[in-house]
């Protein structure tokens, strides 16, 4: 039995290298979701006109990695008190994002977001939206495994 989860942590690139890392993950596809065009090109949400962001859905085996630690993953590989941008990335494409697929992720996105608040970790609130999955719009091909096929770990140098 596998499981479905999405997030929004900039870009995708990174996002889906980190959690293809993660034992039990067994695949991770970068795509648009939680806006309004329907079927959009990456030229179309680079726009930043189309509402979505830039997500990774991974498809998990809950026996093996559960969704509380994918939530962990999530917080520590991007700054969730940025506000429509990571990085150098800038626009509602690279928003903080968890799109919810059952009630249970949605109850235990809260609960860690919460958790994190309270942790003082960050100065800042924690900025990253909390909503319901809607359609996932998989990506072209070229961004997939991106940095796999490139020969490197992560975005960064």
């Known amino acids: ?47 930043d006109k189309t509402g979505h962001a830039e997500v990774v859905q991974v498809t998990y085996d809950p026996s093996k990695v559960s969704y509380e630690q994918l939530l962990d993953v999530f917080w520590k590989i991007h700054d969730p008190t940025q506000i429509n941008r990571q990085g150098p990335d800038f626009g509602t494409q690279y928003r903080t994002a968890i799109f919810c697929h059952t009630p249970e992720q949605e109850a235990a996105a809260r609960k860690s977001k919460q958790a994190l608040e309270a942790s003082g970790r960050f100065r800042q609130a924690i900025a990253t939206e909390i909503t319901a999955a809607g359609p996932f719009w998989k990506a072209e091909e070229y961004h997939q495994r991106y940095l796999e096929k490139r020969g490197a770990e992560s975005c960064h140098t």
């Open 1 to 47: 039995m596998t499981a479905v989860a999405t997030f929004g942590a900039g870009c995708f690139w990174g996002v889906e290298a980190a959690f293809r890392r993660v034992p039990g993950v067994i695949e991770a596809f970068s795509g648009y979701s939680g806006g309004h065009t329907e079927d959009p090109s990456y030229r179309d949400v680079c726009t």
